[in-house]
């Protein structure tokens, strides 16, 4: 089928919910992708910071392949042994204790409120509120997107639950002023994705864990797009040595496969019991040997070195961009998290871009977000950079 034929049948029978670019993408390997017509993509894009070994890595496929011949799903009914080695690794290569598996970053975001609610209900007086930052993003729940504090999500789902308090990110005066007598956590994204890279001054989530400690209050980390290798550590918090309460994680946790995960201390974590909460999907042998064969693989293979040095890399042509258009109003990003902020509208860069053979994204607007796997090159990098430059120059 041509590619206007596929996007016909996609639009007769898929709900509207994403305004989709005119591709039909049928094929990916390492930090390329083709479409339906057999055009050749430079991915920066890596499923929304997804991919972090790129397409198809031999090693994540081998693993799927050997599970899947022998047992894909049996329940939480049972123990399941990728299921536990996954856990070991999680816990081992983090400062908590204790792992609970689902299948999204939404839903991994959905345990831990409700874990911060259980643990608050016998441990703090029944508090339950969270306080959430401005212009977060947590998931698309209906109580996830009531933790995003942004309005344009929560048009036409009113009534939203109530329980969570909004402040501006990067001000700690602020966050410390809303703790009220219903306070039981703060939910936060080290490095706030969504509206555009935003990443927070070094003394920020210390203070956040200070705040918290001084109060009683649960800090939740999300870590759904920063986590698994994307700033160059295995989770970003490490990078100010924080330690919160929990962790939430997904995206890059399966290079792809659908995994997500709740990360707890131990105390806080025995406040589910069986029937608390759970996920027939959750945990299951493919996800889970999917996202173990891609955890080691990060570990094993020196992917987390290659984030920080192709990172910066990055960051310095992004640099140079910025230097030489008055479009660009400012570059930043950590690791290969990294963003051009327009003084203009972003859309037509991406298409021209994309045009050119490279696929972007834009985020809030103006903001060009990269987030490519976290295998890509240095003459990857190059690559980009001229087509980017290409785009920025045309009128």
């Known amino acids: 089928m041509t590619t206007q034929e596929w996007i016909d049948l996609s639009d007769r029978y898929i709900m509207s919910t994403y305004k989709r670019h005119p591709l039909v993408l049928t094929r990916g390997l390492g ?24 397409h198809a890595h031999p090693k994540v496929v081998t693993a799927i392949k050997e599970q899947v011949e022998n047992l894909s799903h049996v329940s939480n009914l049972y123990h399941i042994a990728p299921q536990i080695l996954l856990a070991r690794f999680l816990v081992e290569n983090s400062p908590l204790d204790k792992a609970f598996f689902c299948n999204s970053g939404a839903e991994a975001n959905e345990a831990a409120i409700k874990l911060a609610r259980k643990y608050a209900s016998e441990h703090m007086g029944g508090r339950y509120e969270l306080i959430t930052m401005q212009d977060s993003f947590h998931g698309r729940t209906l109580a996830t997107v009531t933790a995003t504090a942004q309005e344009r999500f929560h048009v036409g789902f009113e009534p939203l639950p109530e329980g969570f ?10 966050l410390e002023a809303a703790v009220t007598e219903k306070t039981c956590g703060v939910l936060v994204e080290p490095i706030q994705g969504e509206s555009g890279v935003v990443i927070p001054d070094s ?6 864990r200070r705040i918290c400690d001084e109060k009683g209050l649960l800090m939740i980390a999300d870590e759904v797009q920063t986590g698994i290798g994307r700033t160059g550590t295995l989770f970003a918090c490490e990078q100010t040595e924080v330690v919160p309460d929990m962790i939430t994680l997904a995206k890059a946790l399966g290079n792809g496969f659908p995994i997500g995960a709740l990360l707890a201390k131990e105390k806080i974590a025995a406040a589910f019991v069986p029937g608390s909460h759970g996920s027939t999907f959750g945990g299951n042998p493919l996800a889970c040997a999917a996202a173990l064969a891609t955890l080691e693989t990060i570990l094993e293979e020196r992917v987390l070195e290659n984030c920080r040095k192709v990172g910066a890399y990055f960051l310095s042509r992004l640099g140079e961009l910025k230097n030489k258009h008055p479009r660009i109003r400012e570059v930043r990003g950590q690791g290969l998290i990294l963003a051009v902020e327009l003084t203009v509208p972003g859309a037509e860069f991406v298409e021209k871009c994309m045009e050119k053979g490279l696929l972007i994204n834009c985020t809030n607007g103006d903001v060009l977000r990269f987030v490519p796997p976290l295998i890509l090159t240095r003459q990857d990098v ?3 950079i001229g087509i980017l430059d290409g785009a920025l120059e045309e009128k």
């Open 31 to 54: 930090v390329h992708v083709w479409d339906s017509e057999g055009r050749c993509y430079l991915d920066l894009v890596g499923g929304i910071a997804v991919c972090a070994l790129g």
């Open 165 to 174: 308090r909004y402040v501006p990110y990067n001000d700690l005066p602020a």
């Open 203 to 208: 003394g920020y989530l210390p203070g956040i």
């Open 382 to 384: 190059d690559k980009a």
